[in-house]
């Protein structure tokens, strides 16, 4: 079953992509995927900055702008965060606890197939008729009197990706619950694997509602069901609700995975061990807990009374404390550490007074009266950029610069990634700070224009000049990358020196089993404590060195996904009268769907063994070899 | 994991469900599946309650008009008792008796299709008063909530299905037996699904 | 290897003793279906009996949440060793239920 292959062509390299259920590439899939989203997504920012550049301007159209800021934030949040961060988790969580892969290989693959072809079908409706075009949070009233498709694309794309992330994250569960090495206890799991752990129960819990509201949304839409049309007894609110019952998790659920990310940076560069680690923990499991109980404090201005909305306040500010716990913590992290200020380590720092600065304009909206003064003006769009770009993009961005060795065994050049950091970091405030200004000022959300005596001509220059900085930032990101690539010097276990937890102590990139032998954990940091010990190997092994099991590839994930993206096409068209095919493209699109589930529960996929011989040859060779297969 | 192994009741594990890493895998996996599902269900009962006997000025269709108890009553009594035969089932799977525990899946799969083809009638029944998916916003939460029961039913019957005949030449082994028990506690969650809507949407419905 | 089950062989004592202990629990099963059956039947009669909905509407309730707990803690085993992680993630799936069903039966309309 188990050669060793040794060239291969680009025809085999693409296949082995395409079938492949190794969490390290699925984990580079997530990161290319959510890298071209997120281009995509500054692209339309630039779009919208450049309109925004001076009063009346005519650089896009209203309508067009609507379908653009949509776009903007939809891709930002479901195409890009989210599978970056997912990109991270599945190349870096597995190895942090010691397993070879991650619970369920066959789910991992379908949960980015699912993903990509989501994102594919939503940002074809540019292509066939236009954008969805009422916000990212697609509120009922507005979506229902859209015209076109364009919302059809945006509810039928997110249920399919929707359904993808919710794959992974049970999968990164399970993979927690069950697969850590012996002696890895709850309480010596790095940060990133534990906020890779609330994370993804919060994904479990927040994403049926979204399913749920989308379908509404496609079942009013394509099957003149009657959900939110009032006139027939619905209501718009629901929609409201199930959007932010999912909405306000999801804002934890991209920030604290980037959370995790900056707890393993502060301590790895400070030398020192995360200061309240079992602090640091409470914090996260609380603010996933209390993530579930805020969601309405989007909805202060609906009208749901004066005791809902004091629950849903005092709900709010209660959830700044474990967060404030998490700040400093941190910086008692760095207090009286041997720190180093490489790229990773200055996007930490940055990191701190920027997203405590978007904490604290969190915490006045969510005193109710106020936010009924700042509600829907450029203040809240100020708001959730701090948070967004200052926690979730700076903590991308630093995981990307941390974990690039890890996973591609090359380091990204350091003087670029302190030009691509100042470029951002100054880019970001310039295009942020002032928008508070303009929100105060009253510039209202969303709007595609301004008049000239308004008095907002400034400030919007400034912010879009900052937006170019951003820009140019993220150019000198992919010319690093590029660069970074072309030089290919590889790097060894721990390019950083000061590499703390396990996936330190395996080459990088590892091979495609992670580890030869199952580590056995003595504590928390586990490879510091086996360097601190003279331990040359940066292990000690839970078991003799014997034949190890993988899974097997597979196409299925991909064709299974496929067919979703068929069937999608079908209910986008249903209702339509000159497409009398539409329902047989439905059904043809759920038959590849169940039928793949079919085929795939049919037969036996056993996986196979590499022998202790094979693993013994590969070690002479390096160890990271990728074609063992 | 050797698919031609051969197991007797004496060498059989005590859980075989979770006997191998895969299994609890599967096992965990599978009961978060089920977190996630009464979420799902919460949102569409939600849902429910807000749209329930909502619709345009002129409908004259309420939930105290439309559902008739004995109906449902039936429904209900085949649906719990299917769920107490796929309790034996797994009675026997534990016991490595896989006859025993195919004829009580059998059983299962019966009493599940004939709870099917009720909703299907009672389903066909409302369309037939007037009262179809796009009436109101009450008859599109109503349809959808008992639809999505109904396409779980219909899931977990292809699902045992599927089991029962891709196994039946070769029996019990550790790859096939966690399969089995997920099935069952899928079955029996969609059981506790129906008590919720018997309760909430028939009982809760008639009394207005 | 973790695929690989050790096998153990019980001995015939073991094993007689093991199915008895099955049986005894299968009793089991049989009395809370019995009990299910039976609240069904309470549920049932009450609302064809006419009671006021004031007073129905909540024992029926009650009645569901106690044929569910019968449900999960019975044939679906979340009493049983091994299914404490799983009990707390069906709990919290209960929680995020709740609030849901709360917040849409109570700040949707006014």
Do not use: C
């Not at chain 1, 030009?419 to 209202?444: D, E, K, R, S």
């Not at chain 1, 510091?528 to 099991?549: C, Q, R, S, T």
């Not at chain 1, 439905?586 to 529960?601: C, H």
């Amino acid at each position: 079953m188990s050669s060793l292959a040794q060239k291969k062509g680009f025809g085999a390299f693409i296949w082995d992509y395409l079938t492949t259920v190794d969490h390290k590439k699925i984990a580079i899939l997530y990161l290319i995927s959510g890298g071209f989203f997120f281009l995509v997504g500054g692209l339309e920012a630039m779009m919208i900055r450049i309109q925004l550049m001076k009063a009346g301007n005519d650089f896009l159209s209203a309508g067009l702008y609507n379908e653009i800021i949509t776009m903007h934030g939809t891709t930002m949040i479901f195409l890009a965060a989210m599978p970056l961060l997912l990109a991270f988790m599945n190349a870096v969580m597995p190895l942090q606890i010691g397993a070879r892969d991650v619970a369920f290989p066959f789910l991992n693959s379908l949960g980015f197939w699912l993903f990509f072809f989501g994102g594919i079908f939503l940002n074809l409706s540019w292509f066939m008729g236009g954008a969805p075009d009422a916000g990212w949070t697609n509120y009922a009233s507005l979506a229902l009197a859209s015209e076109g498709h364009g919302i059809d694309f945006y509810s039928l794309g997110l249920t399919i990706s929707g359904f993808g992330t919710l794959i992974a994250g049970i999968n990164f569960l399970v993979t927690i619950i069950n697969m850590r090495a012996p002696g890895m206890t709850y309480m010596r799991m790095p940060l990133f694997t534990w906020t890779t752990f609330v994370a993804s129960a919060l994904i479990l819990l927040a994403f049926p509602p979204l399913t749920i509201g989308l379908f509404f949304m496609v079942f009013d839409r394509l099957f003149d069901a009657n959900f939110f049309v009032v006139e027939m007894g619905g209501n718009t609110i629901i929609w409201e609700h199930l959007f932010w019952i999912f909405g306000h998790p999801e804002v934890y659920i991209l920030i604290l995975p980037a959370f995790g990310i900056f707890s393993e940076i502060f301590a790895i560069f400070s030398r020192k061990r995360l200061f309240g680690y079992t602090a640091l923990v409470f914090a996260t499991i609380l603010i996933g807990f209390y993530g579930f109980m805020v969601w309405a404090h989007h909805m202060f201005t609906v009208g749901l009374g004066p005791t809902a909305n004091a629950v849903f306040a005092l709900a709010t500010m209660i959830i700044a404390v474990p967060t404030g716990i998490k700040i400093f913590n941190w910086l008692l992290t760095i207090w009286g550490g041997s720190i180093s200020f490489t790229v990773p380590m200055i996007y930490a720092v940055a990191f701190i007074p920027s997203f405590v600065a978007g904490g604290v304009t969190g915490v006045m909206q969510a005193m109710a009266p106020l936010d009924y003064q700042l509600h829907d003006s450029y203040f809240i769009v100020a708001h959730f950029h701090y948070v967004i770009v200052g926690g979730v993009v700076l903590g991308i961005l630093a995981g990307t610069h941390l974990y690039w060795p890890k996973m591609f065994g090359t380091m990204l050049s350091e003087k670029l990634g302190m030009i691509t950091f100042w470029f951002f970091f100054i880019g970001f405030h310039l295009t942020f700070f002032i928008q508070h200004f303009l929100g105060l000022m009253g510039m209202p959300r969303r709007v595609y224009t301004f008049g000239a005596d308004q008095g907002w001509d400034l400030f919007n220059m400034i912010s879009s000049v900052g937006a170019l900085f951003m820009a140019i930032g993220v150019l000198v990101l992919l010319v690093n990358v590029v660069l970074t690539q072309v030089k290919n010097v590889r790097v060894g276990n721990d390019p950083w020196g000061d590499g703390r937890t396990l996936e330190w102590a395996i080459p990088s990139p590892p091979p495609f089993y992670n580890f030869a032998q199952t580590p056995l954990v003595r504590g928390l940091d586990t490879y510091w404590i086996e360097k601190m010990e003279g331990n040359k190997e940066g292990m000690v092994y839970a078991e003799p060195l014997g034949d190890v099991h993988m899974p097997n590839g597979s196409i299925i994930p991909l064709i299974m996904s496929f067919g979703m993206f068929v069937a999608a096409f079908g209910a986008l068209y249903f209702l339509d009268d000159t497409k009398p095919w539409a329902l047989a493209v439905l059904i043809i699109g759920l038959g590849i769907t169940f039928g793949s589930m079919l085929v795939r529960s049919l037969k036996d996929d056993l996986g196979f063994h590499i022998t202790k011989e094979e693993l013994i040859e590969d070690a002479k060779r390096g160890g990271n070899t990728d074609g063992l297969k | 994991m050797d698919l031609n192994k051969r197991y007797t009741a004496q060498s059989w594990p005590d859980h075989p469900e979770t006997a191998t890493l895969e299994g609890k895998n599967k096992f965990v996996g599978f009961w978060l599946l089920l977190a996630a599902e009464t979420v799902t269900f919460a949102s569409l009962f939600a849902t429910y309650l807000a749209l329930k006997d909502r619709g345009p000025d002129a409908s004259e269709f309420t939930a105290a008009g439309l559902f008739e108890l004995p109906l449902v009553f039936a429904m209900t009594m085949i649906l719990l008792t299917s769920s107490l035969t796929s309790v034996y089932a797994m009675h026997h799977m534990k016991n490595h008796n896989f006859k025993a525990m195919q004829a009580w899946l059998g059983i299962t799969v019966l009493l599940g299709l004939t709870f099917l083809g009720l909703e299907i009638y009672e389903f066909n029944h409302y369309v037939h008063l007037g009262f179809g998916f796009t009436t109101s916003a009450f008859s599109s939460a109503f349809f959808t909530l008992v639809g999505t029961h109904g396409a779980h039913v219909l899931f977990g019957l292809s699902w045992f299905i599927a089991l029962m005949v891709r196994n039946s030449k070769r029996g019990l082994n550790m790859y096939n037996a966690p399969k089995f028990y997920l099935a069952a506690l899928y079955w029996h969650f969609i059981d506790v699904v129906w008590v919720f809507i018997f309760t909430v949407v028939y009982l809760m419905g008639v009394i207005g | 290897m973790a695929h690989d089950t050790p096998e153990k062989i019980r001995s015939h004592a073991e094993h007689e003793y093991l199915k008895k202990k099955r049986s005894t629990e299968m009793r089991h099963q049989l009395t809370s279906f019995a009990i299910m059956i039976f609240l069904t039947l309470i549920a049932f009669t009450m609302v064809a009996a006419g009671f006021s909905a004031y007073l129905i509407v909540p024992i029926i309730l009650l009645l569901a949440a106690v044929q569910v707990v019968l449900q999960l803690y019975h044939f679906m085993h979340l009493s049983n060793k091994g299914h404490g992680t799983v009990a707390f993630f069906m709990f919290s799936g209960m929680f995020v239920a709740f609030i849901t069903v709360l917040a849409l039966v109570t700040i949707v309309w006014w």
